[in-house]
């Protein structure tokens, strides 16, 4: 059964487990898009995370989901330059004609969340992008404002006090927002996505420092297989995010309904034990 938390201090109500739409517009055939989509509403998993810059991705959930995303909630992004638009990055311009054609491509008439796309802290403290962002939503085009990035760019949209949500990489092996990013949103009362939750399926991967047959997991190793949670690299990884209260809700993106299946899978098997979690902080504080 999928679990809905508050996101921070607004009235939505997302799925712990969500769903990133950055890949379905790449090359997918539309009968499996159709179905992912709507395999992920029929288990639970409502909250969408897209972009106006992710390929046909808004208009491909606007076109199969239809009225069943009355019961979703969708985030989107905006800022960057997409379909041949010109102007310059993170412009009034350029906020404002995305924001239209999100709303178009959706058919619908005000979007949940729409995050700034990973500007830096220096076009944040500059203000236009701020200001467009706040414009739309005083016009009832959006509901609620968030910021996706990390890092010093993640704290100056934080310290700003004008967002509702964050979006930031946080995994198992990238922990770095527990210093200061993820404190200081959960002080500001923001709703917090994780983005990259099972960070790249790099456990999965040989070729990456963090393979799960590697040295990197030798601290920890014997523990995880004790606990039980070492024969599922992807589940350790979904886990270890969603057990952390300040993530409300952990996107994970892929375009096969199977795949959807098996996370929700994962999710649903709850948070590690709390000395697992410890464990496993102090491996990513150490490497």
Request: charged residues 20%; negative net charge; glycine residues 10%.
């Amino acid at each position: 059964m999928e679990q809905y938390t508050a996101l921070g201090t607004t009235d939505l109500q997302v799925s712990r487990l969500g769903f990133g739409a950055a890949r379905i517009g790449q090359g997918v055939s539309l009968d499996r898009v159709e179905v992912l989509l709507n395999t992920l509403l029929d288990l639970g998993i409502t909250f969408i995370d897209t972009a106006d810059c992710y390929a046909n991705s808004e208009a491909l959930i606007g076109r199969i989901l239809g009225r069943r995303l009355q019961g979703c909630v969708l985030a989107t992004k905006c800022g960057c330059i997409t379909d041949g638009a010109r102007g310059e990055p993170y412009s009034r311009s350029i906020i404002a004609e995305s924001i239209d054609r999100s709303l178009q491509r959706l058919g619908v008439d005000h979007l949940d969340l729409v995050l700034l796309h990973t500007c830096s802290a220096e076009v944040l403290r500059a203000g236009e992008a701020v200001e467009a962002l706040l414009q739309a939503k005083v016009a009832g085009k959006v509901r609620y404002t968030g910021y996706s990035g990390d890092g010093e760019d993640a704290l100056q949209a934080i310290s700003m006090g004008v967002f509702d949500a964050l979006q930031v990489t946080f995994n198992l092996v990238n922990q770095v927002a527990l210093g200061d990013v993820l404190p200081a949103a959960e002080r500001a009362g923001m709703g917090v996505i994780a983005k990259r939750p099972i960070a790249n399926a790099q456990l999965l991967n040989m070729g990456s420092p963090y393979f799960r047959e590697g040295g990197h997991w030798d601290p920890v190793r014997k523990l995880l297989a004790e606990e039980g949670v070492w024969e599922d690299a992807l589940e350790l990884s979904l886990r270890f995010t969603l057990s952390h209260d300040v993530i409300h809700s952990a996107i994970v993106g892929t375009t096969d309904a199977d795949h959807a299946r098996a996370n929700a899978r994962r999710s649903a098997a709850g948070p590690l034990p709390l000395h697992v979690v410890e464990a496993l902080h102090r491996l990513g504080r150490d490497s």
